[in-house]
């Protein structure tokens, strides 16, 4: 049997950017979906395109690893800027998340009047602005290099900030707004839900500067759908789509790959599942003890996907926080994305709407059939009744087809029931993988990985795997 140089498990981000820049090597990408990008996949149901997860498109821009990457493989995504990052509507008040920190500024007095605005908002803009910036930023484990190289990168982070950035979101937050409202308090943890899957309760002052900081940035919307950026960049790459993987078995000096259709042998694997769903590909006990090590984050979404008979520009990105929970969900809030209207794809016989909000996989996976048919509908129509209730222009006639997705539905298309990756607190640092494993050859890769969440955290992540694959 031929033996390759690189199989990599998953077409999400992850497995996607390392895929295309170590294309010229023998590499095959396999994916279980008919879709490429996992969480941040296109797909049509009922004759319509919608965006399964993702659907901003942010770390474009110079200084940011998916930048850099795409210039590297030479490769242009088909992308609009987006003038406002998100529009949160909280009740009657409303403030636009803009890369304009005057007008930001000027919208989140008029709406939060605080005398220390402008030096929180000031003070996390430019801790971010830093962190873009530094050069050495790694993480690895397992080699006295490797910790070496850790050990340099908290050097610089604590040159460039002191060990102010270690310090408590909540801390910062309770010093700068001592006398803060709970709404204000909704708006900052709302946010950061979205990025951090977590509340300003538990996190570094860093983690609080980069989940809130991301609408200072670029923000740009993707043509055709988050899934047409994979397309793209994958052609001229030897993938394997509705390939899953069902077991890799460690031997002398490779992995022999084994999946639903074929059988491969790879000197280098690079698993794109989650940390949490890849020791089930092994037998081998030292990998499954491996991957046993990080505890199961039970965080996942709920998503509600919609086709109106609209054609009207909106803003691409709504969240609305509410007063009380989403029925079945951990979280108050939820985040709207309207496709553009000159978009073929998306809007094609009018807008597709993807909705989503934060729920537990436990809870989903515990219920009956019919019970969970019950509490999905639930959750659906809570989620249109207050989608509704904040868009004068829209009515429920409107609506000309609507389904919803729990962490199941995750399970059955992308292999996973945790979605947004595992929440960034002060106490999952110490227990977080890194792209590197104790076993030659295997490597991880995505947002259960360091460095986290989102298109850019996962892109940290495949810089510092490049330069494992290539002893850099
Ligand atoms: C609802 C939602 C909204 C989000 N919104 C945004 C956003 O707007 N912007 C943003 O930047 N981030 C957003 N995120 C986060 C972002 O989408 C994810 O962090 C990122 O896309 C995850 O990438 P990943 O590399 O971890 O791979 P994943 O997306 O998890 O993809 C992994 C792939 O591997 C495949 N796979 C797994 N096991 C196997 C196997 N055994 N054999 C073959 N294939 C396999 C899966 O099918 C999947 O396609 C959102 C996430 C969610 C859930």
């Known amino acids: 049997m031929k033996l390759h140089d690189i199989g990599v498990i998953g077409s999400g981000i992850g497995g996607s950017l390392i895929s295309s820049l170590n294309k010229q090597k ?27 997860g993702a659907t901003t498109f942010v770390g474009y821009e110079d200084n940011h690893p998916i930048k850099r990457i795409f210039d590297k493989v030479g490769f242009k995504p088909d992308i609009k800027k987006s003038e406002v990052a998100i529009r949160v509507i909280q009740k009657e008040k409303i403030v636009d998340r803009i890369k304009d920190f005057d007008q930001f500024l000027e919208n989140i007095n ?8 402008y030096i929180f908002w000031k003070t996390i803009k430019e801790i971010d602005e830093k962190f873009w910036l530094l050069k050495k930023i790694y993480f690895g484990k397992y ?26 979101a909540k801390g910062f937050i309770r010093d700068i707004f001592p006398d803060i409202s709970q709404e204000y308090q909704n708006f900052i943890d709302s946010q950061l839900l979205i990025t951090l899957q977590t509340n300003s309760q538990n996190i570094s002052l860093l983690s609080l500067a980069l989940g809130l900081s991301y609408p200072f940035h670029d923000v740009y919307y993707a043509n055709g759908g988050m899934g047409k950026i994979f397309d793209d960049l994958l052609v001229d790459i030897d993938v394997h789509k509705k390939e899953k993987i069902v077991n890799i078995k460690r031997e002398k000096d490779s992995y022999r790959v084994i999946s639903n259709k074929d059988e491969y042998l790879f000197k280098n694997i690079v698993l794109n599942s989650t940390i949490f769903d890849s020791g089930n590909l092994f037998e081998d006990k030292d990998i ?11 965080q996942s979404a709920f998503v509600v996907y919609m ?45 597709s709407i993807t909705i989503s909000t934060h729920t537990k996989a436990s809870f989903w996976k515990n219920l009956q059939k019919e019970q969970y048919k019950k509490e999905k509908l639930k959750t659906q129509e809570f989620i249109i009744k207050k989608f509704l209730e904040n868009f004068d222009t829209i009515n429920g006639e409107n609506i000309k087809y609507v389904f919803s997705a729990t962490s199941k539905t995750f399970n059955n298309f992308i292999n996973r029931t945790n979605c947004g990756g595992i929440p960034i607190t002060i106490k999952n640092i110490l227990n977080t993988a890194s792209s590197n494993t104790p076993f030659k050859g295997l490597y991880n890769i995505g947002d259960t ?10 892109a940290i992540g495949v810089e510092i795997l490049n330069k494992e694959l290539n002893n850099g």
């Open 307 to 351: 086709k109106l008979n609209i054609k009207k520009e909106y803003i691409s990105h709504y969240q609305i926080i509410l007063e009380e929970n989403i029925p079945n969900c951990i979280s108050n809030a939820f985040f709207i994305s309207f496709s553009s209207m000159d978009d073929d794809k998306l809007s094609s016989d009018g807008l």
């Open 449 to 458: 990985v360091f460095a986290g969440q989102g298109w850019p955290g996962v």
């Open 288 to 298: 499954k003890n491996y991957y046993s090590n990080f505890s199961f984050s039970d």
């Open 143 to 168: 080699s006295f290099d490797r910790y070496i190289k850790t050990f340099s990168f908290v050097f610089e982070l604590l040159k460039v900030y002191k060990f102010s950035i270690f310090s408590t």
């Open 110 to 117: 008029s709406v939060y009047p605080h005398k220390n605005n």
């Open 26 to 52: 023998d590499l095959i990408l396999f994916e279980k979906d008919s879709n490429l990008g996992g969480c941040a996949s296109t797909f049509t149901r009922g004759g319509y395109s919608f965006n399964a």
